[in-house]
């Protein structure tokens, strides 16, 4: 049976990980907590337990990431593209953005696995990623001469994608400030909110903005979404440069200047919100 002194460690244990930023590196007890957990069979037990008390799942307790936690169905400590894009029109522009930084930042199946890798992604780059999956599907479905272009049991995602080709990818307003409503603006909020809760640091200004991945960002990809959506990365023809930069590689589609390419099935269409369990 645990003693009162293990169930108080293990809920500082909770509180840690659920800090935004925070990293064992940067936190000595947090450190020895999760070197604990590591090392102590039981104790990493009774943490597993107390994370089911409260909807969570442990993902990883990892000496860079700290305790990395997933949400239930059941959770309230969930969050959804809704808890950071206030307007329905633009959720479906964020859902895409969200994707694309993940598929942009770990192109390579075994970039994530690679402790050393650290992903780096622009505003722009995302952009030009996603602009560009979208002409790949336009230039299937005029070679079948279909409306889709994409798998049969996902008709809808087409629909996405023409929804993101029409809005503007920059666009200002009359004082010169950049449009809330452009493709970039969307981008830039997704990316701060990923900044904000741990998963990217900020690393400059070019291209829109500049970000580098985490350990903690790294571990939720895989663990969550990687290799589907890595292998639909693949079969677009996707390659990254090593600054980052996307590339268009399909021997029918004249790239351009930051040119990629990316699907998920698992997106809604855009005429519905998205389901946050995909985000």
């Known amino acids: 049976m645990h003693d009162f002194n293990d169930m108080a460690a293990v809920n500082r ?3 840690f990980g659920f800090q935004a930023g925070l990293t064992p590196r940067r936190n000595a007890e947090y450190a020895a907590l999760v070197g604990r957990c590591r090392t102590d069979p039981a104790f990493a037990q009774l943490l597993h337990a107390a994370a089911r008390g409260f909807d969570l799942t442990v993902i990883a307790i990892d000496p860079r990431a700290g305790l990395v936690l997933g949400a239930t ?18 959720r479906p522009i964020a859902a895409l953005a969200h994707l694309a930084i993940a598929a942009l930042a770990y192109y390579r199946p075994e970039d994530l696995d690679d402790e050393a890798h650290i992903g780096r992604v622009t505003v722009r780059h995302v952009d030009a990623m996603v602009e560009q999956a979208a002409k790949e599907l336009e230039r299937r479905a005029a070679e079948t001469d279909a409306d889709d272009g994409v798998p049969v049991d996902h ?8 929804y993101y080709q029409r809005r503007n990818p920059v666009a200002f307003t009359e004082d010169d400030r950049a449009h809330s409503k452009s493709r970039h603006a969307i981008i830039k909020r997704v990316a701060e909110y990923l900044a904000d809760h741990g998963m990217l640091r900020r690393a400059g200004r070019e291209n829109g903005g500049t970000y580098t991945t985490t350990a903690r960002y790294q571990i939720q990809v895989r663990e969550l979404a990687g290799q589907q959506m ?3 990365l693949a079969a677009l023809g996707v390659t990254v440069s090593l ?3 996307p590339s268009f590689s399909s021997p029918d589609v004249e790239s351009i200047d930051t040119a990629d390419a990316v699907a998920s099935p698992s997106l809604p269409s855009a005429d519905q919100e998205p389901d946050p369990r995909h985000v």
């Open 230 to 232: 890595l292998g639909e």
């Open 243 to 245: 600054d980052g930069k």
């Open 155 to 162: 008709p809808d995602l087409i629909q996405l994608w023409r």
């Open 13 to 15: 244990l909770l509180a």
């Open 73 to 90: 169905a059941e959770t309230q400590f969930a969050v959804s593209v809704a808890d950071h894009i206030s307007k329905p029109a633009d």
